[in-house]
């Protein structure tokens, strides 16, 4: 018998006992405007949450005695919820976008790639630069790391470079992050140029 309750308390995902599953004999009980009524036997509590129609719910269980609060549970349940979703509504997602360039890469490809790389950054995301060698380019790494040293010198208004070159493989990575207002006196002066 109760290695069935033993197991039926593992299996239980939300760790606040509410009711009956409260196993304390005392508790210091908290009214449902958050005052403090006193200590009261667990049965006694019980009832008085009972007059109210709302739940006793054990909301210290470590507490000497445990902390017990008349509530409607199901409300609060719900109300942590909604906190829940609009924390995650409002927290920011900052996305990494990937660029790839070759170490022997020519002018006009370069500023193209260059103009990807301003974008990305102007909407807020950080940005991996790879350089990808092939072959017998590996005996010149000294070349990818130009390409990265120029695009991080001609970038330098705009970004900081997060984490430096490094030589991972076959690849030289390095990662950019947007500097925080770097592109608001940008922004007005191309929207005057097109009026």
Same mark, same amino acid.
């Not at 549970?73 to 995650?88: S, V």
């Given at each position: 018998?109760?290695?069935?309750?033993?197991?039926?308390?593992?299996?239980?995902?939300?760790?606040?006992?509410?009711?009956?599953?409260?196993?304390?004999?005392?508790?210091?009980?908290?009214?449902?405007?958050?005052?403090?009524?006193?200590?009261?036997?667990?049965?006694?509590?019980?009832?008085?949450?009972?007059?109210?129609?709302?739940?006793?719910?054990?909301?210290?269980?470590?507490?000497?005695?445990?902390?017990? !609060?008349?509530?409607?549970?199901?409300?609060?349940?719900?109300?942590?919820?909604?906190?829940?979703?609009?924390?995650?509504?409002?927290?920011?997602?900052?996305?990494?976008?990937?660029?790839?360039?070759?170490?022997?890469?020519?002018?006009?490809?370069?500023?193209?790639?260059?103009?990807?790389?301003?974008?990305?950054?102007?909407?807020?995301?950080?940005?991996?630069?790879?350089?990808?060698?092939?072959?017998?380019?590996?005996?010149?790494?000294?070349?990818?790391?130009?390409?990265?040293?120029?695009?991080?010198?001609?970038?330098?208004?705009?970004?900081?470079?997060?984490?430096?070159?490094?030589?991972?493989? !076959?690849?030289?990575?390095?990662?950019?992050?947007?500097?925080?207002?770097?592109?608001?006196?940008?922004?007005?002066?191309?929207?005057?140029?097109?009026?």
């Amino acid at each position: 018998m109760s290695l069935k309750k033993e197991v039926g308390t593992i299996a239980k995902s939300d760790a606040t006992r509410i009711n009956g599953e409260i196993t304390a004999t005392t508790c210091r009980l908290i009214g449902v405007d958050g005052s403090q009524l006193g200590l009261f036997g667990i049965r006694d509590a019980q009832r008085v949450a009972d007059e109210q129609g709302l739940d006793l719910v054990e909301i210290a269980p470590n507490a000497e005695p445990p902390v017990c !609060r008349v509530m409607d549970y199901g409300k609060f349940k719900y109300q942590q919820a909604m906190k829940a979703k609009q924390a995650r509504k409002n927290q920011s997602r900052v996305e990494v976008k990937e660029m790839k360039f070759r170490p022997k890469i020519d002018v006009g490809d370069y500023e193209t790639k260059k103009g990807h790389v301003m974008r990305f950054l102007k909407k807020g995301a950080r940005v991996k630069v790879t350089i990808m060698f092939r072959g017998r380019e590996m005996a010149h790494p000294e070349q990818g790391l130009n390409v990265l040293e120029r695009l991080a010198a001609d970038l330098k208004p705009y970004a900081t470079v997060e984490s430096a070159p490094k030589l991972e493989g !076959r690849n030289m990575l390095m990662l950019l992050a947007p500097i925080k207002g770097a592109f608001d006196n940008v922004d007005g002066g191309e929207d005057a140029a097109k009026k």
